[in-house]
């Protein structure tokens, strides 16, 4: 294991490593000598700056995109705060096996490996409402399954999730980590009805009263409150900063899955750019109580890391233009007056 | 020619062909089929849909798309609106000939073809702080450019412009026809300073003073206060709504362009998707003028399709999910209670 304590996690955060400026700047330098007025191809001008800069490059690259989906099940789902069954998890992991979802077309369409990871799906997290949904070492070990699951040596990790029940777990987490009562974090999800959404408000507030006691420390709200889905993508987060991955996260599940690190080092979501606004009620004030501005806003609210995906096909766009565009003096075009 | 009359166009304006509502049902009865909760793609299942209303076809396909591209220059150059020499049109008609420039590494990416078409470079339209940019028959031979330009067996239109000075004719159509004085449509284009900025606002105002007689008449305010690449892609947007041909548009001026069209049929935008928001700031409000939706809001506003041209992967993604997704059925997957 890469963090055997909750103390592990805790140093590796006050701690985080550094992207590199000499890279960003490099890139910068090469965008004022295309042939396209300053700044005129907005943040995908940005975004290849970014990838540099946490890739460590001044040539950065898109050779090796991974996308990586964990799977978790959840005790809340108990409650009937989904739509859907909670046999649908595994029904799905089997269908992205099977090539059919939506995230393997998108990743076939991005040129992006997808790595589909089911975590002990016949044993869900405990019902939070009751019990803390993982002990630390259940949480310790999906954050290990996270951070094993990134690959060290590509170059952009895409994050997402599928678990029945978890944007209730988003939710909590967002309630007991950044504030605010349970109404203003929960949404429809897959599509509750009215009833549903009740159901949901009146699960995080039984949770958040129940764990009353813990709700100042991060890591253990993230095992107490936490899924073991979103305990993974906190892992691969943490890996991709080790080893300079930039990581592109999906939606509102997803982002909540890094809000206990943000709590740790704000500055963990500095490899991390938002790769759509998601179409479930909390993850717009997620972003902004973040300082992340999503790249996309298309009314998207899958989950299974699909948002991110086509966030991919921006960050090809950009780096293409970066690598293939000729400058100013290549191409006999007149500069601007400087 | 299609059009041999201002007269010819205002008649095709009056009867827009439809597209096909049994196509558009079609394609939402299969998303509701799709593992995945209902509408949870957002805009992309909208976006099939409106492919498969003007195409004409239940299964839409994006097997071949063009990208046009549509130069020309302009009189009011010589008012010293631009932060560019007027040269610059022609050197990147060559920089796009030779592959350098943005559009050409968008277009390799998204899998269409371009079609660069320099209008009559050596003969810009005139100043029309002076005299009418262009006569009638000169507005109608670049229609004309335009609508021949458009593939009629194409599955997307991508139409975009290269035209120094452009941003200025594009804002003085925006205030011939919508109303509002100059700052309300003009900025900054390739980057002008603010005395630049100002004395694209003067032109303006001239241009809509001396042209007051005939502000009533949206195709001779196309004429008078145009472009001959403006026109162009009037005429490209024609042919596609002849032919079936969805369109994406590009940004500001690709927008303006279209401006006098829809003041003869406000239905003309209905075949036609804005690419993105441009950083340009009218292109916002005239957006909302023209009840546009962006697809995109990346900050850009370098022109030469290169908004619309990233969008195409929004499409392309979208259409992927269409296609390859599993059914419920197909895939085992237990669906919401209906």
Chains 1, 2 share one sequence.
């Not at 939070?128 to 951070?147: I, R």
């Not at 994050?159 to 009562?181: P, R, Y």
């Not at 096909?313 to 500069?335: I, N, P, Q, S, Y």
């Amino acid at each position: 294991m890469q963090f055997c304590s909750l103390d592990d996690i805790r140093a590796f955060c006050r701690d985080l490593p550094d992207g590199s400026e000499h890279a960003a700047r490099a890139v910068v330098r090469r965008q004022q000598a295309l042939t396209k007025p300053p700044q005129s191809l907005g943040r995908l001008e940005d975004l290849v700056a970014w990838l540099a800069r946490w890739q460590g490059r001044e040539c950065p690259q898109l050779e090796r995109v991974t996308i990586a989906v964990f799977a978790g099940n959840h005790g809340v789902a108990a409650r009937n705060v989904s739509a859907y069954p909670q046999a649908v998890t595994q029904q799905m992991v089997a269908n992205f096996a099977n090539g059919g979802a939506a995230i393997n077309q998108i990743a076939g369409l991005a040129g992006a490996e997808l790595r589909v990871v089911p975590i002990e799906l016949d044993r869900p997290t405990r019902d939070f409402t009751a019990a803390p949904a993982m002990d630390t070492d259940e949480f310790l070990s999906a954050v290990d399954v996270g951070y094993r699951t990134a690959p060290p040596n590509c170059d952009l990790l895409a994050v997402g999730e599928m678990g029945i029940a978890n944007t209730t777990t988003a939710a909590v987490l967002c309630a007991a980590l950044l504030g605010g009562d349970a109404a203003r974090w929960v949404g429809r999800g897959t599509g509750v009805d009215d009833a549903g959404l009740a159901r949901k408000r009146a699960a995080i507030e039984a949770a958040l009263g129940r764990h009353r006691a813990i709700l100042g420390d991060p890591l253990a709200v993230a095992a107490a409150l936490g899924g073991r889905e979103l305990a993974a993508i906190a892992g691969a987060i943490l890996a991709a900063r080790r080893n300079g991955i930039p990581v592109l996260l999906d939606g509102f599940v997803a982002t909540a899955a890094i809000v206990p690190l943000t709590r740790l080092n704000a500055g963990i979501t500095d490899h991390c750019r938002a790769g759509h606004l998601s179409a479930e009620s909390g993850h717009r004030l997620l972003l902004q109580e973040l300082g992340l501005d999503p790249l996309l806003d298309l009314g998207m609210r899958l989950g299974e890391a699909s948002g991110a995906a086509v966030a991919i096909l921006l960050l090809r766009a950009a780096l293409a233009c970066h690598t293939g565009m000729a400058t100013f003096t290549e191409a006999g075009v007149a500069d601007v007056d400087k």
